[in-house]
């Protein structure tokens, strides 16, 4: 038989041990160092016990790494593109040694698996990024990861699986790969394409793959990625209720939707060729790999990390070791003169070509403007607008940075009353000394409890701007990279406006309403921003204010102009 269509994959791996071996495990774990997993490493786990990484037995040993690196097979030789480790903290390691046996447990402390180390190492991370990812730049979402997520050593060993993680949502739509198997052989499904996405599907969505299943004459698995993907992309729960609409478009019995619970890395070729295993594992007999697979977007020079049809490129050379059949395509097209999308390569010269961006898309919804009938299917663009509705109906954060006695307080309250007038959506003040006396009271002025204090601000406001409400912070937030990490946090909700009240520190001491700075100056306030301790000038807010140069209410007048320009309110 053609290795590359052999139906149902091949051995899979599942890792979990028997009922009565569980519970013994689970006794004996009581007495193992326990290791709470992160959200990465409990997508990576439920794909190592259930198989879809076969033939991993567990995380990688410092030897496989090694040679996964360098040229993407496992010490055997077993072809392997991906380094799948569990990173740990110096402090979890000190207790470790090869031999140790670790209880892997999800955030709410429930044994998911037992690893038993055999390796453990301080893994050179620019290394890594430069022969993973081809780059060590950190606009790379794999490489930020790696630099700034992963922890500082790695662990590797084989896993003793007790149970799955558990999941509550789209239950139905979740298959282990054995499931997956088992429902293509009930069916009778012997030659399956997989389409891989971490996208809304649209009608070029819909066209690519239904062109694919009948080129192949195959059926189709669409397979979306629910596990992590490249931050800033569209939530899961939404794209799952798209791909549920879209299912009915195509010929009955033909399609079907199963979940992919995977941490995506975006790294370009290497990843297509993983994505191609991981099918093979589910029984797929055939992979669409379309144009920039898996693509993290673009460098510090403006240019895409990885060439368009690399991806296309890495999967031909393996398709035949891996045993799964590469369909390659070309980014569909919608042609006006035909009313149809075709391959990009399959338009002549002369037709004209519509598209719209993902970019341009995002900007339709925000705005709550059209979005033609050839781009997508009415159903599915609904349910993107109930998850996205246009910035006028979505929350927002007003973030006021600056000195002690700049203004903050007085202008975010007449913003504060200003927003109430207009109405339509409830207001939240958090002011610096509000908060200090609700939420901090215990917290002092070092820069590690004034970063607790923002950050609790950041998560109060992201709560209050997800739920469609107005927060107004107005603390002093002196250190910069607490002011991007509540931005980061606030942001995938709704809107944010930094806005720095830039009055100098000669203006406000000499207006000293508090009587502080005399205080600071005579030594009795230590850590006093401006004096003892210090303000870092934003650099990039979206507004900068100077109370010497207008009155509270103009500043209002002028943020709330601002938002009027954004399209937060009307
Ligand atoms: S921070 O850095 O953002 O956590 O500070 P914040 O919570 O906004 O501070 C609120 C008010 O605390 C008073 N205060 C001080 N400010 C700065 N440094 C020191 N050491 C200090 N001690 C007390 C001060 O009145 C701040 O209020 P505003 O409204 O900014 O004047």
């Not at 192949?216 to 549920?244: F, Q």
């Not at 250190?479 to 990490?485: G, S």
């Amino acid at each position: 038989m053609n290795k590359l269509i052999e139906p149902h994959g091949g051995t899979l791996k599942e890792l979990y041990l028997s009922a009565d071996a569980a519970a013994a495990e689970k006794q004996q774990a009581r007495e193992y160092p326990s290791w709470d997993l992160t959200y990465r490493q409990l997508c990576d786990v439920e794909l190592l016990l259930n198989g879809a990484f076969s033939p991993l037995e567990g995380f990688l040993s410092q030897a496989d790494y090694r040679c996964v690196l360098s040229d993407l097979h496992l010490e055997n030789g077993v072809l392997w593109p991906m380094p799948v480790t569990l990173d740990v903290t110096e402090t979890f390691a000190d207790g470790i040694a090869p031999g140790s046996r670790v209880a892997l447990r999800d955030p709410e402390g429930v044994l998911l698996a037992v690893l038993e180390v055999t390796d453990l190492w301080r893994p050179d991370k620019t290394v890594e990024a430069l022969q993973v990812f081809g780059t060590d730049e950190l606009l790379h979402p794999g490489v930020n990861y790696l630099f700034n997520q992963a922890h500082p050593v790695y662990l590797g060993g084989r896993l003793r699986g007790i149970e799955a993680p558990i999941h509550y949502d789209f239950k139905h739509l979740r298959d282990s790969p054995r499931e997956l198997r088992d429902k293509f052989k009930k069916w009778g499904w012997r030659r399956i394409v997989a389409f891989q996405t971490r996208n809304p599907m649209h009608r070029a969505h819909y066209e690519l793959t239904f062109r694919a299943a009948q080129l192949t004459e195959a059926n189709l698995l669409i397979h979306p990625v629910v596990g992590m993907t490249k931050p800033g992309d569209i939530d899961h729960y939404s794209r799952v209720r798209c791909y549920e609409r879209l299912l009915q478009y195509y010929p009955e019995q033909t399609t079907t939707l199963s979940l992919l619970h995977l941490a995506m890395r975006m790294g370009g070729p290497r990843e297509a060729l993983w994505h191609a295993i991981i099918r093979k594992n589910h029984g797929c007999t055939h992979f669409i790999v379309g144009r920039d697979h898996a693509g993290p977007g673009n460098n510090s020079q403006g240019k895409p990390f990885y060439g368009p049809y690399e991806a296309q490129e890495m999967v031909a050379r393996y398709q035949e070791e891996i045993g799964i059949q590469m369909v390659p395509f070309q980014e569909m097209i919608f042609v006006q003169e035909r009313a149809e999308y075709a391959p990009g390569n399959e338009v002549v010269e002369g037709e004209t070509v519509l598209n719209i961006s993902g970019t341009e898309f995002r900007r339709r919804l925000q705005e709550g403007l059209e979005i033609p009938e050839w781009f997508s299917y009415a159903d599915v663009v609904t349910e993107l607008r109930r998850a996205y509705p246009p910035r006028r109906r979505q929350g927002f954060t007003v973030f006021f940075t600056g000195l002690s006695g700049a203004g903050k307080s007085t202008i975010a309250n007449a913003l504060m009353v200003k927003l109430m007038e207009l109405g339509g959506r409830s207001v939240t003040l958090l002011d610096g000394d509000i908060v200090r006396k609700h939420l901090s009271s215990e917290l002092g002025f070092s820069r590690e409890h004034r970063n607790i204090n923002i950050l609790r601000i950041g998560f109060v406001a992201s709560e209050i701007t997800k739920n469609g409400g107005i927060a107004i912070c107005a603390p002093i937030a002196p250190y910069a990279a607490t002011r991007r990490e509540v931005r980061e946090m606030v942001s995938p909700g709704g809107g944010f406006l930094e806005v720095y009240v830039a009055t100098s520190i000669e203006v406000c001491e000499e207006r000293d309403r508090k009587g502080l700075y005399a205080k600071a100056r005579a030594g009795l306030i230590k850590e006093f921003t401006g004096i003892s301790d210090p303000y870092e000038t934003p650099e990039n807010p979206e507004m900068a204010i100077d109370t010497t140069e207008c009155t509270p209410d103009e500043a209002a007048q002028r943020i709330i102009l601002k938002l009027e320009k954004l399209g937060y309110i009307k």
